[in-house]
């Protein structure tokens, strides 16, 4: 078996020539070979929505083996809010490397983990005194989140939403909500995990913030109870079940009820934090301080890293040694995650996502003025999608949104299809993304729509 058969991996990061580019076909043949060996080699379970060679990335484009250039507009699932590559983060992560790349936090800790949450802790939601707590990926932060929210309450029920997303372990697989192909034939899975309805304005018959949380709260009450519950626990965009925007006011009543009835308000801002929403935190929209907030993706550039933050009652409720891992807060992270976080404030990038979202939503609501089969655009910031509808019945359209996605892929742009449908096309840029780049990759988008 040959090795290495692809060309010497070139330098990535914004310096990269800013363009779309296709040399050959997506896949090109050097693509395929590792998409081959993929499958020779890597569980067929572990899927990819392209089928090409990863080389560099940087800005907004993503370079394969083959020397084709694509645009980005995932941003590897809303991780690379700075772009891949980042300078700042490239120049902390190298000298952290040179110092030293491990001890484990709870072993011998170092100074990157405590200013990691001392950062969390003044740009979260709030000004509560607040604790955090480092780990490694968004479900693992999620696990943690409701564990601490348990051992403070003395309670044992979750409550989660129609369509959530929390993670794949076995947790946070009872709290999403999407059967295939997140949780068919994996179970068992967690007990004491209950589902609430959700407002979804788009199929909810036009239900108000008040109403669907009375709802939501009725539901809970009636087939929970308060006195079982430790924790609500919802994204205040839902990323996975298909960007979902609450109507105005859901998320502050059910803050309300949780604070009014003993139960922690937990907010997964896995995919909505950092940046990516045009505020640090998509909770800020509307006002709500979550009791404990979690975040992971966009936190660090690209590596590993996540963290619970929150109040520090509840925080510090477990007991010593009770909360750890072998590598939360690995120092390479935390150097990362320190290196993006002045990024986002530096160069404005809060600001960029708001810029971002402006050219999104304008270009996709002209599209959908034009095309009923775009039932809905929604989304904030950096985070926005489309719906794809049977226009005469509002039936969810996931082989139009299959084939919009493949055709834009075919044609160097990377799209991610997500909703509980499969019918909703997301747009999450990276924040250092070019408007020209965006907007050629949008009106490849459209073309897509319109060869369908
Ligand atoms: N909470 C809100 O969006 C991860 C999933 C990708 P991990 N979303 C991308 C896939 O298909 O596995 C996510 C999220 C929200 C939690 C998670 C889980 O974060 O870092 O993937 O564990």
């Not at 707590?133 to 309670?155: C, D, M, P, Q």
């Not at 036009?206 to 006195?227: F, P, W, Y």
Request: proline share 5%; charged share 15%.
């Amino acid at each position: 078996m040959t090795l290495v058969d692809t060309p010497a991996t070139m330098t990535g990061g914004p310096s990269l020539a800013q363009e779309r580019r296709l040399v050959t076909a997506i896949p090109g043949p050097r693509s395929q070979e590792l998409i081959a060996r993929k499958a020779a080699a890597v569980a067929s379970g572990v899927g990819h929505t392209l089928p090409i060679s990863v080389v560099s990335a940087g800005g907004g484009v993503i370079v394969d083996a083959d020397g084709n250039s694509l645009i980005d507009l995932g941003s590897g699932i809303a991780v690379t809010g700075v772009g891949n590559s980042a300078p700042r983060v490239v120049e902390a992560v190298t000298a952290q490397l040179n110092s030293f790349t491990h001890t484990c936090f709870t072993v011998s800790p170092y100074e990157g983990y405590v200013a990691v949450a001392e950062k969390l802790n003044e740009l979260t939601p709030g000004d509560h005194v607040k604790r955090t707590a480092l780990f490694n990926s968004g479900a693992e932060a999620v696990e943690n989140a409701v564990k601490i929210a348990r051992h403070y309450t003395k309670k044992q029920a979750v409550v989660a939403f129609d369509h959530a997303y929390h993670g794949r372990t076995n947790l946070t697989m009872g709290l999403t909500a999407k059967n295939i192909p997140y949780k068919s034939g994996f179970g068992p899975f967690a007990s004491e995990v209950y589902r609430a309805p959700l407002s979804y304005p788009f199929r909810d018959g036009g239900l108000s913030g008040a109403e669907a949380a009375a709802r939501a709260i009725s539901v809970i009450e009636k087939q929970v109870g308060a006195e079982n519950l430790a924790a609500i626990i919802i994204e205040p965009i839902q990323g996975e079940g298909g960007f979902i925007v609450p109507a105005q006011g859901f998320l502050p009543a059910l803050v309300e009820w949780a604070a009014a009835n003993d139960v922690v308000f937990i907010a997964d801002e896995v995919q909505t934090g950092f940046a990516r929403t045009g505020a640090w935190f998509a909770s800020e929209h509307e006002g709500i301080v979550p009791d404990l907030v979690v975040a992971a993706k966009g936190i660090a550039g690209g590596l590993p890293l996540s963290a619970v933050t929150g109040r520090a009652e509840i925080m510090d409720s477990a007991m010593a040694g009770g909360l750890g891992g072998t590598y939360g807060g690995n120092p390479l992270a935390c150097a990362a995650a320190l290196a993006t976080i002045e990024t986002y404030e530096e160069d404005g990038l809060i600001e960029r996502a708001r810029e971002i979202g402006a050219v999104l939503i304008g270009r996709l609501n002209a599209l959908r003025t034009a095309d009923p089969r775009i039932g809905d655009v929604r989304g904030r910031g950096a985070m926005v999608a489309i719906e794809l509808v049977d226009p005469a019945t509002g039936a969810p359209d996931a082989a139009l949104t299959n084939a919009v996605a493949k055709y834009a892929h075919a044609n160097g742009v990377v799209v991610l299809t997500c909703g509980t449908y499969g019918n909703v096309i997301r747009f999450l840029p990276p924040l250092t993304i070019s408007d020209e780049l965006l907007i050629d990759g949008l009106s490849v988008v459209a073309e897509g729509l319109k060869n369908a």
